[in-house]
């Protein structure tokens, strides 16, 4: 079966600081992995796509297929980075499976 | 429309009445999805629809909710006699076709059963 797991809950950094959000899936095909993201009192929007290789708002991921996971990572964390992040793993291109969600705040 | 729009924002029922939870995707979006997110979970799929076809509706959780679509555009879930259970946020998303290049969210609606 297919699943998403990110470690943690809450996560908080200094402005400035390298960040890293993890994520780990099971799924025994090619899925595709992406990462949402939900900004205080706003909707949920995708942040970024494997698939697509690009660097968004300075955040990257790879997908590392030996060990499951598709961490999500910024070198130099800003205040406006402070959100609900989630992991997101798709192998229809349909349905997406979500994990829990990791909130990220960035101390000033 | 501009983006994926939803109503009510919320809903507050009581246990055992029907509720009707409306989504109006972004314009020329061929596909529809449903999803319900508890509290502290992320959001889990309920359902897709491609045009007015019900494609997939494996994460109905059971035969309480009812999803349509039948002019292709606006989409209503329907939870007939609402249960405690039921209380979370749904989330209505559309996408071009299909949901590889990833969703356009719309707010939700946050149901509440009391």
């Known amino acids: 079966a297919q699943r998403v797991t990110q470690p943690e809950k809450l996560l908080s950094v200094f402005k400035g600081a390298p960040v890293e959000l993890k994520c780990n899936y099971s799924?025994?095909?090619?899925?595709?992995l992406f990462w949402y993201v939900q900004y205080s009192r706003q909707r949920l929007q995708l942040l970024l796509r494997?698939?697509s290789r690009e660097s968004i708002k300075g955040f990257t991921a790879d997908l590392n297929k030996g060990e499951t996971s598709f961490h999500l990572k910024k070198p130099f964390a800003q205040e406006e980075d402070s959100a609900m992040y989630y992991c997101a793993l798709s192998h229809t291109g349909n349905q997406f499976y979500f994990g829990t969600g990791t909130s990220l705040t960035v101390i000033p | 429309g501009a983006g994926v729009s939803q109503s009510p924002r919320y809903k507050v029922a009581k246990r055992g009445q029907d509720v009707a939870l409306r989504c109006d995707p972004i314009?020329?979006?061929?596909?529809l999805f449903w999803y319900q997110q508890a509290l502290g979970q992320g959001p889990e799929f309920l359902t897709y629809?491609?045009?007015?076809?019900?494609?997939?509706k494996s994460g109905l959780p059971s035969d309480r909710f009812f999803a349509e679509r039948p002019e292709g555009s606006v989409s209503t879930l329907k939870i007939q006699r609402t249960q405690q259970e039921d209380s979370a946020v749904y989330l209505c998303?559309?996408?071009?076709?299909?949901?590889?290049?990833?969703?356009?969210f719309g707010s939700g609606t946050r149901l509440t059963v009391v």
């Open positions: 629809f491609q045009n007015e076809a019900q494609l997939d």
């Open positions: 314009s020329g979006h061929v596909s």
């Open positions: 799924y025994s095909g090619s899925p595709e």
């Open positions: 494997h698939i």
């Open positions: 998303a559309s996408s071009l076709v299909g949901g590889s290049k990833g969703y356009t």
